[in-house]
């Protein structure tokens, strides 16, 4: 998992309310990511990080949001537009295209 | 379009046994291909990088191979343990314009058993 925490491990939210999930590294990476992870599909991308105060759209951006205000945090909030939220949710960083690093997870139930 | 598929969907062998894992790729302009492991609700871990150069790389028991004329990897596990039962992720990365994407196959889900 190295150096990224994602908090909480379980999140249960009910439907309609929003909900903020924790990314946070100490590899000094300028870049990071959010990822979705859905039983038998490969890891789809939300938003992504290469510097502070920016961000740009992933392929699957709508009903989500970013900040990024600080170089190691890059939370993501999850809400009530996106239709079908539960799901794994990853975040990595990267220094270099050569390397990405993942966070432990976020596994998100909502009903 | 851009794409990782990999093969088989999932693989039960027995402890001690010998196992291969296939990557095939259809993306441009090629930067990097890793290998990584997900335990069941864990993060990915890095297994192994390579670049256009590369045609192998070994990381313990595991080791990989590109074939960048075919765009085909593969990562070929020796002598099994219970604890290599994970799904294992093989991810392309192309460079375009001075940024870069990562390209995710839906991994190979790997038994070991007893």
């Known amino acids: 998992d190295g150096g990224i925490t994602q908090s909480p491990k379980y999140l249960f939210r009910k439907e309609g309310q929003n909900v903020t999930l924790s990314c946070e590294q100490n590899l000094n990476h300028d870049a990071m990511y959010w990822y979705r992870q859905d039983p038998g599909q490969g890891l789809r991308l939300i938003y992504y990080?290469?510097?502070?105060?920016?961000?740009q759209k992933g392929d699957i951006a709508e009903g989500y949001s970013v900040s990024r205000e600080k170089k190691e945090s890059f939370p993501l909030t999850v809400t009530s537009a996106q239709k079908n939220p539960t799901a794994f949710y990853l975040c990595a960083s990267s220094m270099t295209e050569y390397e990405q690093y993942f966070g432990p997870g976020t596994r998100l139930t909502v009903t | 379009k851009n794409q990782v598929e990999q093969s088989p969907q999932s693989l039960i062998i027995l402890e001690g046994k010998n196992c291969t894992l296939q990557?095939?790729?259809?993306?441009?302009?090629?930067?990097?291909l890793r290998w990584y492991k997900q335990d069941t609700g864990r993060g990915p871990v890095s297994l192994t990088i390579?670049?256009?150069?590369?045609n192998t790389k070994s990381n313990g028991r595991y080791t990989a191979t590109l074939d960048a004329d075919t765009k085909q990897s593969s990562l070929h596990i020796t002598a099994s343990q219970l604890s290599d039962s994970a799904s294992y992720i093989c991810?392309?990365?192309?460079?375009?314009?001075?940024?870069?994407?990562?390209?995710f196959g839906t991994g190979t889900r790997l038994k070991v058993l007893a």
């Open positions: 991810v392309v990365s192309a460079r375009t314009s001075g940024t870069y994407k990562y390209i």
């Open positions: 990557c095939n790729y259809t993306v441009s302009p090629f930067s990097n």
């Open positions: 390579m670049t256009f150069s590369e």
């Open positions: 990080s290469q510097i502070v105060n920016d961000f």
